[in-house]
């Protein structure tokens, strides 16, 4: 309200909040921004008319109220997420050596295929076949291998609207607790203008398989991988749930997604209910 360059910027915020954008590097519509600018300029001039300076500072104050309040919860919510991050972190450093092959990040490949993916951008047709050929058979032998060992498990398959590649998710149910999740998505990215060679085609975008789970992606692409890495990645990363879910429970992270639960182990006395479950203890003899 007090300068343009902010009411420009408000203009353009207003117009992305109330347009439907695929693409999250394109804005809203120009016409909104015409649009919302207007409404800045009118409801300004209103302000000044009614009451001249003063009122647009306690407009401004009754404003940033709400904001105010949604700010605090924005804070409540960063830490809530930055604890369940560190209950992840070190539920994947408790691992067990043995099993910890490469410390649950991105699955080990040769130096052949490190070099062939740095050289490589995959057409759509190419993730497609890939996709129908490695990734979706793995999740699927694995999800059969659960569910012989007695695992509530679905394997699903779905189209995605944006990219037309079928996705992968692999659930694994958990009770209680925070189910085990794993997706593999095709993602359009755009070709790198640096490296040795230039992709063999006109378009510009390119598509990686990437890994998701419940806190979002991984930030690395199964491309070129063999099946029996996919399938050890995903018993990576169901170990490091089970580590995370271990962590968590011992420290009381509390969230949504993770209710506390109390521990089954017959070691851990049960609490005493009434004065009847209670033993009397003898008194020392001197």
Do not use: C
């Not at 993916?117 to 058979?137: D, H, I, N």
């Amino acid at each position: 309200l007090f300068y343009l360059t902010s009411a420009n910027s408000g203009a353009m915020v207003m117009s992305n909040f109330s347009s439907s954008i695929p693409n999250p590097e394109e804005d809203g519509k120009k016409w909104l921004r015409i649009f919302w600018a207007l409404v800045t300029a009118v409801l300004t001039i209103a302000m000044l008319v009614a009451g001249g300076v003063t009122t647009m500072e306690y407009a401004t104050l009754i404003f940033a109220l709400p904001v105010t309040i949604i700010a605090y919860l924005v804070m409540a919510s960063f830490s809530k997420v930055l604890r369940m991050e560190r209950a992840e972190r070190e539920g994947r450093t408790r691992r067990r050596r043995a099993t910890a092959a490469h410390g649950g990040r991105a699955p080990e490949k040769t130096w052949r295929q490190r070099l062939a993916t740095l050289r490589s951008y995959p057409t759509k047709k190419a993730v497609e076949r890939f996709v129908a050929e490695v990734v979706g058979p793995s999740l699927e032998a694995v999800s059969k291998e659960f569910r012989e060992l007695g695992y509530t498990v679905e394997h699903i398959q779905t189209l995605d609207e944006d990219t037309e590649i079928t996705t992968n998710t692999l659930n694994v149910d958990m009770g209680d607790q925070r189910d085990f999740h794993y997706e593999a998505a095709a993602v359009e990215a755009n070709v790198p203008s640096f490296g040795a060679r230039n992709a063999p085609r006109g378009d510009d975008r390119y598509y990686r398989i990437e890994v998701f789970t419940q806190t979002g992606s991984e930030g690395y692409d199964l491309m070129g991988l063999s099946s029996q890495q996919i399938i050890d990645d995903v018993l990576d990363r169901y170990e490091n749930h089970l580590s995370f879910l271990a962590y968590s429970h011992e420290h009381s992270y509390q969230s949504v997604v993770t209710p506390p639960t109390p521990p089954t182990t017959d070691s851990i006395p049960a609490v005493p209910k009434d004065a009847d479950d209670v033993e009397e203890l003898e008194a020392p003899k001197h």
